[in-house]
């Protein structure tokens, strides 16, 4: 780890200010899609609302089907956004402030019920959304690969065996998985 530091510099994670329900929404969007087609999706999705920053769960829940499909979601991502605005306005899904108010594995518990997201997605809302800093998102291919080519493996790790090994690294495994997606970035095509 102390020759990727070297390597990358200070970390430069930086959570992004909006609310569970906007990372979930932009998540589903981007699940399985080139991050510019996920980005185009979510213009689009935005422009259907008008001048709204980001529409609300009760003009998501409003919305026509036809209009939600024609920015490009598929029936199962428009079903996954549409649960996100219901459990949004039913309280599931906290707002910011509360959400900020739980610990990890209470939000984990409570998100993966929401239709279309998994642990994976509540460990990317974590870090990006909440800037939580010991979250290690085992199954996540970049960090998985990161490790591999940053100690010159032939196989990455499993990813039950990969949390057995990052618990070394708490309270500060947000800041490894960071440093493993600098190498992956880094060693792209290896």
């Known amino acids: 780890m102390r020759r990727l530091i070297k390597a990358h510099g200070p970390c430069e994670l930086v959570p992004q200010k909006r609310t569970p329900y906007e990372a979930l929404i932009s998540a589903v969007a981007h699940q399985q899609l080139h991050a510019n087609a996920a980005e185009a999706i979510l213009r689009r999705f935005k422009a259907l609302f008008g001048r709204t920053r980001f529409p609300t769960p009760q003009q998501v829940m409003d919305a026509d089907d036809a209009a939600l499909r024609g920015c490009g979601f598929s029936t199962s991502k428009m079903l996954a956004i549409r649960d996100i605005a219901a459990k949004t306005l039913s ?100």
């Open 91 to 190: 309280g599931q899904i906290p707002t910011r402030a509360a959400a900020m108010k739980l610990d990890d594995e209470e939000l984990i518990a409570r998100l993966v019920e929401v239709r279309g997201v998994g642990r994976w997605t509540v460990e990317m809302l974590l870090i990006f959304t909440l800037g939580r800093m010991d979250v290690f998102p085992s199954d996540d291919y970049g960090v998985r690969n990161g490790w591999r080519l940053a100690n010159k493996l032939d196989e990455m790790p499993k990813p039950k065996e990969f949390r057995e090994l990052a618990a070394k690294w708490q309270p500060h495994r947000t800041l490894a998985a960071w440093y493993l997606w600098r190498a992956a970035d880094a060693g792209k095509g290896k």
